[in-house]
């Protein structure tokens, strides 16, 4: 990078927070996906006007400019596959505001999800999207890749409770979208626009989010299998019995394995497969739910199906299930997750196909899956060291897409394309579609300069 | 050069990048930079493992600069002993003349004096002057009491010994300090990867507690407690046929009675102790068998925050250690208790240098005790 431009950098935020040294662009090239790239310098902005000044420079000299959270994507979002800048926004991560009698809060993209958590609690409310990696995550992230998580079949993706945005365009104007009501057809919806576009778009530097009022009680499930077949087809007559449980998430006993090794609170480690299920609301109504989940789950057949008893128990069943993809390095060194997602009732074929494609190819894949929502987050298992596996690995992704297309599936239902499910978008997009998705981008970034190479890279 | 090798390559490559380290990490939740977390101190290791990498100042930077607190120890779902990990590659550059000058001032300091701070051994003697009594020394006794370089050189810290002196007389416990023949545990030396100079400490330290005659070892520091019970076997191959007990376990056997204390009080565990040493319990059984009113805060236990003077951050980023300890005081402050009770005394100094308008007292739970023991 020319040094005039790093000069102008040091002085748009200060020369503390500009690097350019090898191991501090090193540190900026992965997430926890499997590409890495190193860009030519990490800025760390605190305000929406260094943004603003910073976008306006890099589209002047047209510098690649990728913004980047806590680096916990997993389709490489936030890899600069180009160079240029990573505007990493750790930095900028106050709590502006809780307005808990119009449920909402304001917040600056660098807020972890879990603080947000935290902050709200106290007022009896919450934030629904719960991605697994709650507790280390921005909320900028959130936006970019419109996170999920086991609460989303219930209430909804991270799109579903963002009310407006303050983004920085890629020439450096400032634009609000949306606001804090939670009705709002003022033209075009840019909010959602912005919502999962990766970082492509413009940068997100305030968010307003929509709360909801924690629910008065919960009962968590623990429900043993004997065979992960029939703790699919439990989803899917769960769905079709018009049960709507707040998570419904399933494990295989792959993963099981490394859940326990890592945890140690006594999960069943020859159990084929299990469901954590939970059920959500005003506490009258649970037990009644909770019945009807227990005779669905015992007409398919269970080896096993409890109700935890402890706020204990149930922290350490959720403990258990949002460190597995961490925990699955247990079993082998590298770890690739897709994230395809199939019409719930196809959610048995597609487990049976995942299963089918591990045995062909001889690499394990963990199955994990929010299942009430048909996403599946299959874990391929291998060691990137060795040359014959990663191509393994490779064919086993590709099968995999072309299994959840083939059940009328999307690639990605809550990670982003990023760069790892690029070469597949035409599998998936027509050309026209893609072309439209192209023109957005060119219209709000005609020099491709904001995390370009990515979702429709140009 | 870009050979490091370490052992531990395979544990190495358990990292999957999955940055969960991020919520534990007290340097990373005070900087928000990924040199200063686990995962990022991992993938540097590798790439310069891998020759991707040259080692240069930075990077060597992010291999020292560490609270060595094990927070990431414990978060790691894929359980990478990222503390393991780190030793091993210092130990590596301390051969190859990577080390931080300031840890090879400490190293010069310790070999010199046998003491961190460089005064004279005599100094040792310096917190019982003042007393109308003297512990014991010298002689055959069942009990070493090991003090603890942080304990003799800081007067602030001087009140730790003499009430854990007093106390065991109270107690009637056949013990003894060493005086100017303790030298240093060696713990600074270790963690910095200066294993040699950490074994020859730890020679001297079982050679005259072995001369004493005493079969057990008592300390106050968590670190000195760790150094003889988990890093000297180690480093001597040898286990070492004496009990080695921290105070909070003295404390809880002990059952002195206490008389009872307003207001509520918050515990706040030991990088050493806790997570270091699994001893989490006695010292909230002796606050609680006690009356006293305890209450948690928000990370507590296997995942509580440093105290900020962990490892060798003093040397290395005394800021850090101020950025950090200033977090764990507005989590002791949110818990609405007056005092913040720890098991340490390195924890003390730390978190008692917070400036700060909160009303809350830093003590050591052997200082509590002696504060409020029955005295007929």
């Not at chain 1, 874990?379 to 086993?396: A, G, K, Q, Y």
């Not at chain 2, 002196?165 to 013990?175: K, N, S, V």
């Not at chain 2, 006293?292 to 509580?304: D, I, K």
Request: aromatic share 6%; net charge negative.
């Amino acid at each position: 990078m020319k040094d005039y431009v790093l000069r102008h950098l040091e002085e748009i935020v200060g020369p503390q927070n500009v690097r350019t040294r090898d191991e501090d662009l090193f540190l900026y090239s992965y997430d926890a996906s499997f590409p890495e790239h190193r860009p030519e310098a990490v800025v760390f902005p605190q305000t929406t006007e260094a943004v603003s000044r910073l976008m306006a420079l890099a589209t002047e000299e047209r510098i690649p400019v990728v913004p980047r959270g806590a680096g916990t994507g997993l389709s490489g979002g936030s890899v600069p596959v180009q160079g240029g800048i990573v505007l990493c926004l750790t930095k900028m991560n106050r709590i502006l505001g809780i307005d808990a009698g119009n449920l909402v809060a304001e917040v600056e993209p660098g807020v972890v999800n879990q603080r947000l958590q935290a902050a709200t609690a106290p007022y009896g409310l919450f934030y629904p999207p719960d991605p697994a990696s709650m507790k280390v995550c921005t909320l900028g992230g959130n936006v970019a890749e419109d996170a999920g998580g086991p609460k989303c079949f219930k209430y909804g993706v991270t799109k579903n409770y963002i009310l407006g945005l303050e983004v920085v365009l890629p020439d450096g104007r400032v634009i609000e979208t949306g606001g804090n009501v939670v009705k709002n057809t003022t033209g075009y919806d840019l909010t959602r626009l912005f919502v999962g576009s990766e970082g492509t778009l413009g940068v997100v530097t305030r968010i307003t989010v929509r709360l909801m009022p924690l629910p008065q009680s919960k009962r968590t499930m623990l429900v043993l299998f004997d065979s992960l077949d029939a703790a699919s087809r439990t989803v899917s007559a769960i769905i079709a019995a018009g049960i709507v449980p707040s998570a419904l998430e399933m494990m295989d006993n792959l993963l099981i394995r490394c859940a326990e090794d890592f945890v140690r609170v006594g999960l069943p480690t020859d159990a084929a497969a299990l469901l954590l299920i939970e059920v959500d609301g005003a506490d009258a109504g649970l037990d009644a739910e909770v019945a009807s989940i227990e005779k669905v789950c015992r007409q398919i057949g269970v080896r096993e199906w409890k109700v935890a008893t402890s706020a204990k128990e149930v922290d350490q069943l959720w403990l258990a299930r949002r460190t597995v993809i961490g925990a699955a390095g247990r079993f082998r060194p590298t770890v690739v997750l897709q994230d395809v997602t199939v019409p719930r009732a196809a959610l048995p074929a597609m487990v049976a196909r995942i299963v089918e494609i591990s045995n062909k190819y001889e690499i394990p894949i963990g199955v994990l899956a929010h299942a009430g929502d048909g996403n599946l987050h299959p874990l391929i298992l291998f060691d990137e060291r060795n040359p014959d596996e990663l191509r393994r690995e490779h064919e086993i992704e590709k099968e995999i897409f072309s299994a959840a297309l083939e059940l009328k599936g999307t690639l990605t239902g809550e990670h982003g394309v990023g760069l790892t499910k690029l070469e597949y978008l035409p599998w998936q997009l027509n050309p026209a579609a893609i072309e439209i998705t192209r023109g957005i981008k060119r219209l709000f970034d005609p020099h491709n300069i904001l995390n370009p190479g990515k979702i429709v890279a140009q | 050069m870009n050979t490091l090798t370490i052992q531990l390559e395979d544990a190495l490559y358990r990292c999957n990048k999955c940055g969960f380290c991020q919520a534990t990490c007290p340097y990373y939740l005070t900087t928000g930079e990924e040199w200063a977390v686990a995962r990022g101190r991992l993938r540097l290791t590798r790439a310069i493992l891998q020759g991707k990498l040259p080692l240069s100042d930075g990077a060597v930077r992010s291999m020292y600069q560490c609270f060595s607190c094990r927070a990431c120890n414990v978060t790691c779902p894929s359980g990478v002993p990222v503390d393991e990990i780190l030793i091993q590659a210092r130990t590596e550059l301390a051969r190859q003349g990577y080390l931080p000058e300031p840890l090879a001032q400490m190293g010069r300091t310790i070999a010199t004096t046998g003491n961190l701070t460089g005064e004279a051994a005599d100094a040792r003697r310096s917190w019982w002057q003042n007393l109308d009594w003297a512990p014991p020394q010298g002689g055959k006794h069942e009990t070493v009491y090991f003090v603890g370089c942080v304990s003799s050189f800081y007067p602030q810290a001087y009140g730790l010994p003499q009430s854990m002196a007093w106390l065991m007389e109270r107690a009637g416990t056949d013990y003894a300090v060493l005086g100017r023949d303790e030298v240093c545990c060696g713990y600074p030396l270790y963690v910095a990867g200066l294993e040699a100079e950490a074994r020859a400490l730890a020679q001297a330290n079982v050679r005259t507690v072995r001369e004493a005659g005493a079969r057990r070892v008592m300390t106050t520091c968590p670190s000195c407690y760790r150094a003889w019970r988990e890093f000297y076997p180690h480093l001597l191959g040898e286990e070492l046929g004496v009990e080695v007990v921290h105070s909070t376990q003295w404390l809880a056997e002990a059952g002195l009675p206490l008389r009872p204390l307003e207001g509520k009080v918050t515990y706040h565990d030991p990088c050493d102790l806790g997570r270091g040493s699994g001893i989490y319990d006695p010292p909230r059984e002796f606050l609680k068998s006690n009356g006293l009113h305890l209450v948690e805060m928000s990370n507590t236990r296997a995942e509580a925050l440093c105290c900020g003077g962990g490892g060798n951050m003093e040397s290395l980023d005394l800021a850090a250690g101020h950025a950090v300890a200033q977090l764990r005081m507005q989590q002791a402050s949110a818990t609405g208790a007056e005092w913040v009770v720890t098991a340490c005394p390195q924890c003390k100094r730390t978190l008692s240098s917070v400036r700060s308008d909160i009303p809350l007292r830093v003590v050591d739970i052997v200082e509590l005790a002696r504060k409020l023991a029955v005295t007929d």
